[in-house]
Nanobody, 127 residues
Framework: QVQLVESGGGLVQAGGSLKVSCAASGRTFSGYAMGWLRQAPGKERMFVAA???????YYADAAKDRFTISRDNAKNTVYLQMNSLKPEDTAVYYC?????????????????????WGQGTQVTVSS
């Protein structure tokens, strides 16, 4: 079992930047793929980005040109650097973990395919 704790959310103006972090604990962190998903009020939870244990990254179209996911395996931490933020980025951002992510397996886009979740951190972008 892996425990996930997000931090770094807050209020930022449109066009600004924010970096959220996710600290993982447990021996099972090794070999896990990590991801970020978000949920806006009244909307479905959606995939944002993922990174494999080896460092391969995947992004949703809305995040590809503005967000960067990274991980520090030595620190058991995954990050999401968000630049050029827009009001539509406002959401609760969740850190998630699963066994693996593959370019040929699109289940990463399905929130139910991510069995482990953090508590979420609120990101609010003002216009």
């Amino acid at each position: 079992q892996v425990q996930l704790v997000e931090s770094g959310g807050g209020l930022v103006q449109a066009g600004g930047s924010l970096k959220v972090s996710c600290a993982a604990s447990g021996r099972t962190f090794s070999g896990y793929a990590m991801g970020w998903l978000r949920q806006a009020p009244g909307k479905e939870r959606m995939f944002v980005a993922a990174v494999t244990w080896g460092g391969t990254t995947y992004y949703a179209d809305a995040a590809k040109d503005r967000f960067t996911i990274s991980r520090d395996n030595a620190k058991n931490t995954v990050y999401l650097q968000m630049n050029s933020l827009k009001p539509e980025d406002t959401a609760v951002y969740y850190c998630a973990a699963r066994n693996s992510v593959s370019r040929y397996d699109h289940s990463r886009y399905d929130p139910e395919a991510w069995p482990s979740w953090g508590q979420g951190t609120q990101v609010t972008v003002s216009s």
